[in-house]
Nanobody, 126 residues
Framework: QLQLVESGGGLVQPGGSLRLSCVGS????????IGWFRQYPGDEREAVSF???????NYADFVKGRFTISRDNAKKTVLLQMTSLKPEDSAVYYC????????????????????WGLGTQVTVSS
């Protein structure tokens, strides 16, 4: 089973940038769609972005034009480049993987993902 580890979180000022990494192990990343989610304390995880096995990308409206997702299957890595960060982007960010059986399920459905990382904290504050 694919295992995921996130990194790259930290403290950044409003307007700044961060790049989150999601590295997989235990299986080839090629077969999986990878999503990024975020979670505020006490809330459910919300979908941020997704990249499919074929490279198709999706974004939540609140990050369009500011975040960019990409993947490097050879390195088993998915990146989330975040720019123009706002205080409301502060959250724990998780990456998650889903297999081909979920291809017809909307990308933002948490329950369609089988494997999750432990998360990385992003704090946007002056």
């Amino acid at each position: 089973q694919l295992q995921l580890v996130e990194s790259g979180g930290g403290l950044v000022q409003p307007g700044g940038s961060l790049r989150l990494s999601c590295v997989g192990s235990g299986d080839e990343l090629d077969y999986y769609g990878i999503g990024w989610f975020r979670q505020y304390p006490g809330d459910e995880r919300e979908a941020v972005s997704f990249i499919g096995p074929g490279g198709q990308m999706n974004y939540a409206d609140f990050v369009k034009g500011r975040f960019t997702i990409s993947r490097d299957n050879a390195k088993k890595t998915v990146l989330l480049q975040m720019t123009s960060l706002k205080p409301e982007d502060s959250a724990v960010y998780y990456c998650a993987a889903r297999g081909s059986q979920a291809i017809y399920v909307p990308w933002d459905r948490r329950e369609s993902y089988d494997s999750w990382g432990l998360g990385t904290q992003v704090t946007v504050s002056s």
